[in-house]
Structures are given as C-alpha cells and as structure tokens.
C-alpha cells in the first residue's frame, strides 16, 4: 500500500490543545513516510452520524470522547479489547471493511512494561471511572490481586466492578477489594492514579495522603498535562518508581502506526519520542515561578 498523501485525523469534541498531530507525525517521519497527513477534527455528539460518512474518506483515524462507542454501529469487525470495554479509539481499513480496535489497552500494559513492572503484584487502581475500569480489569486479567481506592461517594460503582471482576475472572473475594481513599493502608507493587486529581489546571491537588503513597513500589499516573503531577513529584521524593501519563499516550498510538502500516519501532526510539513530546508540553503550558501553576 502507498504511503504518499494520505489523510489521518483524530475525532472528539472538544479536541482543545491535543498532542496527537505532534506525536502521530513523528510516528510516521520514524517509519520514513513524510507524506501522511494528521489533523484534528472536531465534531459534536450531535452531529456525528451525520459527518460519518466524511470520516470514512480518510485512511484511518483515531476517536476520543464522547464518539467511542458511537462509532461502533459502523465497524465491520471489533478488535477482542473492543468489544470487552465496548469502546473503540482507532478504526482501520482493510480490503473494503472498517475495523475497531482499542489501544488504550495497549498503551497501558505497554506502559507498565517499559516500567520494568510485573502486573501480577497487587495492585491499586485509584479511580473507578471509564479508565480505572480499565486498568483494573486488565491488571486482574494479569493476574494482580486489585484494590478500588475511591471517595466514599464512589464506592457503590467500585463495588459493582469488584464484583464484576471476581465474575470474569473466577477469583477469591479477598483478592479484589475496595476502599475508601482515606482508609489506604497496604503495601502495592503498583498505584495507579486513574482519577483527574492533579489535571490542568488544578495542578495542586492529590488524590491520596502521602503515607498512602510512601507504601507504593511504583507509581503510573494517567494525566500528561503537566507532565509531572503533584502526585508523581511526591512519589521521586521518596524514591519510588514513575511514569506519567505522556507514556500511554505515545504507547498507544505507536498501537495505532502498527495497525495501519505494520510499523516498527525499537524501545529506545519511543522512549526519545516520549521525553520528547513531555519537553512539548512543558513549554506549551510552563509553570509559573512564584505560584508553580501552569499559565
């Protein structure tokens, strides 16, 4: 298949400052295509099944909120991610059909993998939401035991997924917990902050006592703007192991190049682009000196 002036975009609504167009065209430059195009565009929930026939003129795409399971009715096939989070965020074309994959997946076991993390510890997932599930889910699936640390007005949705796990994966009530936030107490191989506390722009905030923290072996936290989050600044304190949230972001759309075009990439080359894409987001949104807030 020719490379040469194809058209990728990424679909939501709002798209705001998004770093896929940077990180997709340095994807492609490392695969020698120079010529692929990436852009945004933005379609409101309203108006989407009326643009779908538009976004299928294109060679391939990625989908954020709120379109993921809008776009569904209109694959051919569903990747096995796919269909177990019923949420799709690329869409590839093959030989006339339209096939949905899901590389938030990807990015996220990929992410903890380059950790130099082992997922069968036990794990915390703070957050119950869309995200959290996820990780949760795929952490039981290899093999974690998992602990829901939620805020007390989240614990009835926590529950619901501990019990939906312990279902699917057939395993003891004592390995798949919830707790409340404030009443963290145990020692985790891995903390995994799925929740928005810390996101742009309040960067102050933290979603777990630091002595909560202090029993963590090693810390992911999903939010890449900013790149280090009040969270993961106070996890290097102590010495705990790290990787913020630009990790899955680059992950999960080199899942996307491998899809489209069987591409290739070594570890050492990804890592580059992903220091690379946090230096963007560093300057594109720089700290204050005196208030340390993003401006």
């Known amino acids: ?50 643009r779908v026939p538009e976004l299928f003129e294109l060679d391939g795409f990625n989908i954020t909120i709120p ?11 569903l990747s096995d991610s796919a269909k177990r989070y019923n ?52 952490s039981a699936a290899n093999g974690a035991d998992i602990t829901l640390a939620v805020r007390k007005s989240s614990l009835d949705k926590a529950h619901e997924l501990c019990e939906y796990i312990k279902s699917e994966f057939k395993v003891n009530a004592e390995t798949v917990l919830c707790d409340e936030l404030s009443s963290l107490n145990k020692r ?7 929740s928005p506390s810390g996101m742009y722009p309040k960067v102050d905030a933290i979603p777990i006592d630091i002595e909560a923290l202090k029993k963590a072996d090693a810390l992911f936290d999903c939010i890449y703007n900013p790149t280090k989050t009040k969270l993961i600044k106070a996890a290097e304190k102590l010495g705990i192991k790290v990787s913020g949230g630009m990790d899955m972001l680059v992950w999960q759309a080199v899942s996307a190049h491998e899809i489209w075009d069987n591409a290739s990439y070594s570890a050492d080359d990804i890592n580059a682009l992903i220091s690379e894409m946090t230096a963007q987001v560093d300057r594109d949104f720089p700290l204050t000196e005196e208030k340390g807030h993003r401006i």
Not at 67 to 77: M, R
Not at 188 to 193: A, G, P, Q, V, W
């Open 87 to 138: 949420s799709v965020n690329v869409i590839q074309k093959q030989n006339g059909k339209y096939i949905g994959h899901n590389t938030d997946v990807d990015g996220f076991l990929r992410t903890v993998k380059n950790m130099g993390v082992e997922l069968s510890g036990n794990v915390c997932v703070i957050g119950a939401g869309g995200v959290g599930r996820m990780f949760a889910i795929e």
């Open 67 to 77: 379109h993921k399971v809008n776009i569904i009715k209109y694959t051919d096939v």
């Open 188 to 194: 985790f191989s891995l903390m995994i902050n799925a």
């Open 1 to 50: 298949m020719t490379k040469k002036n194809r058209k990728f975009a990424l679909i939501g609504y709002p798209l705001g400052h998004s770093m896929s167009p940077p990180i997709h065209k340095r994807l492609f430059e490392m695969s020698s295509d120079n010529t692929s195009e990436y852009s945004l565009i933005q379609i409101e929930e309203s108006q989407f099944d009326s």
